[in-house]
């Protein structure tokens, strides 16, 4: 929904993964609480600090932020779960 934390225009299409969605913990030592991420099992960027922004049929939206070159950036998915 984004690229390095700004809009995308109504003709650009949004980076596409495929996987399965994951979370885990970042902290540094000593640090017991850290910040959690999600990301896909084998690929693509973590999104750190993860909230669920909506829940519509099988969509997710999550927002939080991400990591571009230098600088944290807001990011948006949109989360489609897909059924096997």
């Known amino acids: 929904m984004r690229n390095a ?3 995308l225009t109504w003709n650009q299409k949004p980076r596409q993964f495929e996987g399965t969605l994951l979370s885990s913990r970042a902290s540094n030592k000593g640090d017991e609480q850290g910040v959690t991420y999600i990301y896909l099992a ?3 960027p973590r999104l750190y600090d993860a909230k669920v922004k909506s ?3 099988n969509e997710l939206r999550i927002v939080g ?3 571009h ?3 944290w950036v807001l990011q948006e998915w949109n989360c489609e779960i897909l059924a096997d």
């Open 5 to 7: 934390g700004c809009w």
């Open 42 to 44: 084998d690929h693509g």
């Open 55 to 57: 829940v519509f049929a």
């Open 65 to 67: 932020v991400e990591k």
């Open 69 to 71: 070159e230098s600088a």
